[in-house]
């Protein structure tokens, strides 16, 4: 666990998404719950520690961002419409960490045993305002990974939780994504003042690194731009693009790998192709 500062920790060695935790004085707020079960128990416990747990935001609709919200279950909820609107099908990835489990560590099977979903109940569509004791959480949707995506600034602690528009040094999941939009968004992120960036995946770092990541999603939308152009089919493209050797995988993803390449660029082709057809129409 990390301590940005002596309100704030994040974990980024968890598989899956970097749950956070700000303490206030009326309580503490979770961004984003561990995916794995005994993490979350872990997670909880660290909490627990420092006070009630009052709030959980969820920053995207994927599972590896709210898997874990049934272990939370006093929380309350929030999150973009979309989220909510996903939710279903979304929490669908805890049959995934149940079949895992089975397979690998049955053991820990009891950890789900009581699982129910656990929701939603406060919602947006652009921004909202939590306030939470002395401090202010600014909820702002700078859609791009997702289009519910959602950062999350806390002023008083001059940090800014990005959810998956930053995956810092790690490789990017573009598999829904629409890249341009998430080249703007990453300039409203830089707006913001700040000292940590704490990313959907990799480590904690700061605004130096968004030109990094905005030149990473330049770089894969240029190279699927240039075999369409070539008339390459997107069979052949789906074969040959990677960016493997770039960045490594987030933790315990690595067999994840190639599939991921696969679905990056399947979403882009798609994405490109309809907006050629779309200009010449």
Known sequence: MQHLTPNVCTE?????????????????????????PLDAMKWREEILKRGSLRYLINTEPHGDHIAGNFLFPEATVVAHQGVKDRFPDSIRIIDDVRAELEQKDPDKLWLLTSYKPHPPTITFTEKLTLYV???TFELVNLPGHTKPETAVYVPQERVLFTSDNVFHKVQLWLQ???PFEWLESLKKIEEFDVDFIVPGHGA?????????QAA???????????????????????????????????????SFGPRVQEMNVNNLWDKLVAMGEKSKS
């Not at 749950?19 to 995916?35: K, N």
Request: glycine share 6%; hydrophobic share 40%.
């Open 12 to 36: 980024t060695e968890f598989r899956g998404c970097n749950p956070s935790f700000v303490v206030t004085s009326e309580g503490v707020v979770l961004i984003d719950a561990p995916q794995l």
């Open 176 to 178: 829904e994504a629409d």
């Open 204 to 212: 904690v770092c700061d605004k130096l690194y968004i030109p990094e």
């Open 216 to 254: 990473f999603i330049q770089e894969w939308v240029d190279t699927v731009q240039q075999a369409i152009d070539k008339g390459i089919s997107k069979e052949e493209a789906v074969k040959t693009i990677s960016f493997l050797d770039r960045y490594p995988m987030d933790v315990g993803l690595d």
């Open 133 to 135: 004791g002395d401090h």
